[in-house]
């Protein structure tokens, strides 16, 4: 391979990507990556592999990349995408475990699945020293819309909202820089986010601009950081435990993160051997914890994720968790140091005042007003993010992020209450056609069934709500569904609900018509949804809807896709038997084995 051979005999440490495309020597494009969030991110190998090499150590390099699911939104490819997840830290482990001489492994990733799968991957790999470089996120455009709103062009074009001309010059300026996450906290953010709180990231790595020598610097010093990792015999089990788990949820609940980190998290932490959160412990977090951050999607400003950045990102909410005695200050970090110790650093840090300085001058804006204190926080009217309702539809539980819900369709007591008829649909291209052609009016319940994993992989259902968001009338519909949801999407949309319909759950004896009630209580994040009712029938309230339904048959129209791949049934059917989507959809050999009638 044309290394000096001399120098083989040194000390191997491998690099892992998910970086994709091809790129000549000057940047232009051999051939196009799936998205622009790996885009750039060999980059970020490049200067760790040299920064290895100087320090007399042989780099490795292994890739595999990861599918994107803004392009694969509202298609087929839509039901591999939380099946690649699994697949992709399996192929990544492997790739770990068939390289016998490494001293310690470097994760470099960005995105909504590979970045979760690197995390898994780096927390099987218990006995090594291992850190994850996050590949950063893309800057917005100066003029133009940020790429969560312009994935709606389509259902403003049908609408007469906005020109063809229009929707194409917006779409080909949402991205001002070539590589990184997503501007805005979806699953991509929210997952450098959740990496850095776990103390697996270096201190302000998470959400750094992509392209920008501070990006760079990140690999560079995340080198130097592995190699001290292995001198000082840190491992991956010395740095993730039951405490850095509890820190990753306290940091996810203070930002107000996407939702899919409730699959991310507990696969993380099962991969490491550690406890999975229960929904009980997801509760319990977001009640003590309050949001802080006012980001895109949430608001109520919703300032782009470099702002976030800027205002000094994981370390500086940190700060505030650490005052309220919300975090283990034990837990250890990649830096070889607790975590108590880097805040302490973080806070008396010229970095941190430099980057907050840039932000008030480039931008105007005043950091406290990006990452804010609580007492700020509550005068903003910032609440708590996710909730947890549970009801005759829903006995198992679902998820809705509380802010995503319109302030203006919540009451004056900070409860959102909506009675609708159900508008139910099989396929999300149902529903959006549904949407397009007026059918869907205000004051209805969309109800979206056969989308959980043994339907369709448990496609991410953004199409619905991104339709949605930019109608008049949106705001005045609920989505309620088994499928899961863009980190990006907003409005009054429930979705994990459990047991999906193909389980046998009771959303799938929903009709068309069925009276359904929605409480959602943003102050103490509990909520039902409930049948009250049969079409044309009196309201019942809950109890009545319970006895409807337990009288009913499973509607007849249940069906998996019949595009659903053979390989992602397979992912359904091992997924479910390790603990399902409340378990993280990971594969638990142990509970699987024991299903097969294996020792």
């Known amino acids: 391979m044309g290394w000096n051979a001399s120098q083989l005999g040194k000390k191997e440490f491998l690099i892992l990507s998910t970086a994709g495309g091809l790129r000549a020597d000057d940047g232009t494009p051999i051939a196009l990556g799936y998205h622009t969030g790996h885009w750039e991110v060999g980059l970020l190998m490049q200067a760790a592999a040299r920064e290895f090499k100087a320090r007399g150590c042989v780099p490795f390099a292994g890739f595999c990349t990861d599918p994107c699911d803004g392009r694969t939104q509202g298609t087929k490819g839509m039901m591999d995408s939380l099946a690649y997840r699994n697949d992709a830290a399996i192929i990544l482990r492997r790739l770990i475990r068939s390289l016998p001489r490494r001293s310690g492994v470097m994760g470099v990733a960005t995105c909504d699945k590979g970045l979760p799968a690197m995390m898994m991957a780096l927390a099987g790999s218990r006995d090594l020293p291992v850190i994850l470089v996050p590949g950063g996120v893309t800057l917005p455009p100066q003029e133009g819309e940020d790429a969560a709103k312009i994935q709606t062009i389509g259902v403003r074009f049908a609408h007469g909202k906005i020109s063809l001309q229009e929707a194409a010059e917006m779409g080909c300026r949402a991205c001002a820089t070539a590589g990184g996450g997503c501007q805005f906290l979806g699953t991509a953010a929210t997952s450098q986010v959740v990496g850095e709180a776990l103390g697996l990231s270096l201190t302000h790595s998470a959400l750094a601009p992509s392209g920008q020598p501070i990006w760079l610097d990140i690999a560079t010093r995340s080198a130097r950081a592995l190699e001290h990792l292995e001198k000082s015999g840190i491992t991956s089990r010395q740095i993730l435990s039951d405490a850095s788990i509890r820190n990753a949820m306290a940091v996810h609940a203070a930002f107000g993160g996407s939702t899919n980190l409730l699959l991310h998290i507990p696969a993380i932490a099962h991969a490491a051997g550690l406890a999975r959160p229960t929904v009980h412990d997801w509760i319990e977090i977001n009640r003590r914890v309050p949001r802080l951050v006012d980001a895109l999607p949430n608001g109520p400003v919703g300032h782009p994720t470099i702002r976030v950045y800027l205002a000094g990102g994981v370390p500086e909410v940190m700060l505030h968790l650490r005052e309220l005695d919300l975090l283990d200050l034990d837990c250890l970090t990649v830096s070889g140091e607790p975590l108590g110790k880097m805040l302490e650093w973080w806070e008396k840090s010229e970095r941190r005042s430099r980057l907050r300085e840039e932000l008030m001058a480039h931008d105007a804006v005043d950091p406290n007003d990006v990452i804010m204190s609580p007492t700020r926080a509550r005068e903003k009217g910032l609440t708590s993010t996710v909730c947890f309702p549970v009801g005759n539809i829903a006995p198992q539980g679902s998820v809705i992020k509380a802010t995503a819900i319109d302030p203006s369709v919540v009451e004056a007591d900070g409860i959102y209450r909506k009675t609708g008829p159900a508008r139910v649909f099989t396929t999300e291209r149902a529903a959006v056609a549904a949407i397009k052609n007026g059918n869907i009016k205000a004051g209805d319940v969309l109800v979206l069934i056969c989308r959980g994993p043994a339907g369709s992989g448990m496609e991410e259902t953004y199409q619905v709500t991104s339709a949605l968001k930019y109608l008049d009338f949106g705001k005045h ?123």
């Open 477 to 599: 519909v609920a989505v309620i569904t088994d499928a899961r949801f863009s980190g990006v999407s907003t409005g009054a949309c429930i979705g994990h609900v459990g047991p999906e319909a193909l389980a046998g759950g009771p959303i799938g004896k929903i009709l068309d018509g069925d009276l359904i009630r929605i409480i959602i209580d943003r102050k103490d994040l509990v909520g039902s949804i409930a049948l009250v009712g049969s079409a044309g029938g009196p309201d019942v309230g809950p109890g009545g809807g319970t006895e409807i339904l337990a009288a009913r048959l499973p509607r007849a129209d249940l069906a998996p896709d019949p595009d659903l791949p053979a390989d992602t049934r397979l992912w359904a059917a091992l997924q479910a038997a390790s603990g399902g989507t409340w378990g993280g959809c990971v594969y638990d050999v142990d509970a699987i084995t024991a299903r097969l009638g294996n020792p």
